[in-house]
């Protein structure tokens, strides 16, 4: 609240009734706290002055005879210009100074409403900051989840992978029993044909001599080479029974190439998809390759 030169002279007044000294701290606690320390002064001042020059006048006057009313109404007319232009000057240094105080708090209010702004700037670059921090642990805990799935991955594919190479060295031992045992078998029927044959042609010599230098025995020889004919085809029976159990391991062998073609192109069609699940960004479902092997 404002305070006028009226308030202050009162105050002033009761200072000096209480014989208190005329400071600007007693004189603001005269007035309640009220008005500023350059309102305070320039009022004090303003009353020392007028103060002053009323004691002049008096003591002048106190001193001479009284003047006529022509000057006395000249002094009074000179007092009040002088007292009217310091007036004005007073009222126009306490606008100067009301406006100062609005640009002051005009100021002011600008810096508050900028801490205000700069507050809530914080605040939603603090906000941003927890939203991309929850992100961060989100991608985080997703990359930990997809290195739980692409380990599980490894550790199927590793198996399968082991797996095929015992099944492989599994079915590549027994191609090389089956073809031991096919050099073997072949071998036997090979020396037994030879046998066969040699047997053949003594028997074809014996015959020959036989029936030049014997012609009396044709008839026994001709009873021993017919039991030696059933006996060869026993044989060449046997010999085409193996030949047929050949073929079959043939056939099995074929067969065996063939599985091991599929299982190849099997471990390469797995190996592509883990490649592909690699590069895949968010990996979520995984469909394990099923090998077939018959």
Not at 82 to 100: C, G, I, P, R, T
Request: proline share 2%.
């Amino acid at each position: 609240m404002a305070v006028s030169f009226l308030d202050v002279q009162l105050a002033i007044e009761q200072l000096i009734e209480q014989k208190k000294p005329l400071t600007l701290i007693n004189l603001r606690s005269a007035l309640g706290e009220r008005g500023s320390m350059t309102t305070l002064s320039k009022y004090l001042q303003k009353w020392k002055t007028e103060k002053h020059i009323d004691a002049s006048i008096h003591s002048v006057s106190s001193l001479v005879q009284p003047a006529p009313d022509q000057i006395f109404s000249a002094v009074q007319n000179v007092w009040q210009e002088m007292v009217s232009l310091k007036d004005k000057e007073l009222n126009d240094y306490q606008l100067f100074h009301e406006a100062e105080n609005q640009k002051w708090l005009e100021e002011k209010n600008h810096y508050l409403h900028q801490i205000d702004h700069f507050k809530e700037m914080l605040r939603n670059l603090t906000a941003l900051y927890d939203e991309q921090k929850n992100e961060v642990l989100f991608l985080k805990q997703t990359l930990d989840l997809e290195k739980q799935a692409f380990f599980a991955l490894e550790q199927k594919y590793e198996h399968l992978r082991l797996q095929s190479e015992q099944n492989l060295s599994l079915k590549t031992q027994e191609m090389c029993l089956l073809d031991q045992n096919y050099q073997q078998q072949l071998g036997q029927l090979r020396s037994l044909y030879d046998k066969v044959y040699q047997d053949l042609c003594t028997l074809q010599n014996d015959y020959t001599d036989a029936l030049q230098r014997q012609a009396t025995h044709h008839a026994s020889l001709y009873e021993k080479l017919q039991n030696d004919y059933y006996q060869l085809q026993i044989e060449l029976s046997l010999v085409q029974q193996k030949t047929d159990l050949m073929l079959q391991w043939d056939k099995q062998i074929s067969k065996f190439e063939t599985n091991q073609k599929l299982l190849s192109q099997q471990l390469l069609t797995t190996i592509q998809e883990i490649l592909h699940d690699r590069t895949q960004p968010h990996p979520w479902v995984h469909t394990p390759c099923v090998l077939s092997l018959r």
